[in-house]
């Protein structure tokens, strides 16, 4: 069993930065593919970001390549989202995501809201 923990949401002015952070319990950590989505209103969840356990490369949206790093401290079982020039359309509540099972996203975190104002 893996429990997510998001952090770090909040408001920001277009082009700020903001650094989301998601905790995870359990020993499966260190060898789970996370990721990042969002859900904007209205909209559905799309994904952000992710990173492998071993080689740790990233792959990103479109949408946020340039502006958004991903990155994992297995040492402390956290998955980060850092976010720069940060665009009105950027405001989505975003949730991190574990692959466990290495068959997709089967554990997800509650969400934190980022809302950007223009």
């Known amino acids: 069993q893996v429990q997510l923990v998001e952090s770090g949401g909040g408001l920001v002015q277009a082009g700020g930065s903001l650094r989301l952070s998601c905790a995870a319990s359990?020993?499966?950590?260190?060898?789970?593919?996370m990721g990042w989505f969002r859900q904007a209103p209205g909209k559905e969840r799309e994904f952000v970001a992710s990173?492998?356990?071993?080689?740790?490369?990233?792959y990103y949206t479109d949408s946020v390549k340039g502006r958004f790093t991903i990155s994992r401290d297995n040492a402390k079982n956290t998955v980060y989202l850092q976010m720069n020039s940060l665009k009105p359309e950027d405001t989505a509540v975003y949730y991190c995501?574990?692959?466990?099972?290495?068959?997709?996203?089967?554990?997800w975190g509650q969400g934190t809201q980022v809302t950007v104002s223009s």
């Open positions: 995501a574990a692959d466990v099972s290495n068959g997709g996203f089967d554990y």
């Open positions: 990173i492998g356990w071993s080689l740790r490369i990233p």
């Open positions: 359990g020993r499966t950590f260190s060898t789970s593919r």
